[in-house]
Nanobody, 120 residues
Framework: QVQLVESGGGQVQAGGSLRLSCAAS????????MGWYRQAPGKQRELVAG???????GYADSVKGRFTISRDNAKNTVYLQMNSLKPEDTAVYYC??????????????WGQGTLVTVSS
């Protein structure tokens, strides 16, 4: 069974930085796209950043220039470096994997989420 485990969330003051990590475990041969989503209280879940297996990245406009996504394919791990954090970045951040090839093909897998709180 494939699982995604996030770490690195916490509380930080505005202007600070945090680094999130997400490791995929289980029998995995490849993962097409890995990404980060977030959901703030009372709001819908939104895409923050994504990265393909070849390294192509995409970002939400609200985080461009502040967040950087990267991945280590050998470790099936994705990272999100968050700099210049703002109170509006406060949310539960979820790791996502699309196109997981293992014993069977999985279209999508989600992590359990990690809370990021930015205080002003």
């Amino acid at each position: 069974q494939v699982q995604l485990v996030e770490s690195g969330g916490g509380q930080v003051q505005a202007g600070g930085s945090l680094r999130l990590s997400c490791a995929a475990s289980g029998m995995i041969f490849s993962i097409n796209v890995m990404g980060w989503y977030r959901q703030a209280p009372g709001k819908q879940r939104e895409l923050v950043a994504g990265i393909t297996s070849s390294g192509t990245t995409g970002y939400a406009d609200s985080v461009k220039g502040r967040f950087t996504i990267s991945r280590d394919n050998a470790k099936n791990t994705v990272y999100l470096q968050m700099n210049s954090l703002k109170p509006e970045d406060t949310a539960v951040y979820y790791c996502n994997a699309e196109g997981v090839v293992g014993y069977r093909y999985l279209e999508e897998v989600w992590g359990q989420g990690t809370l990021v709180t930015v205080s002003s």
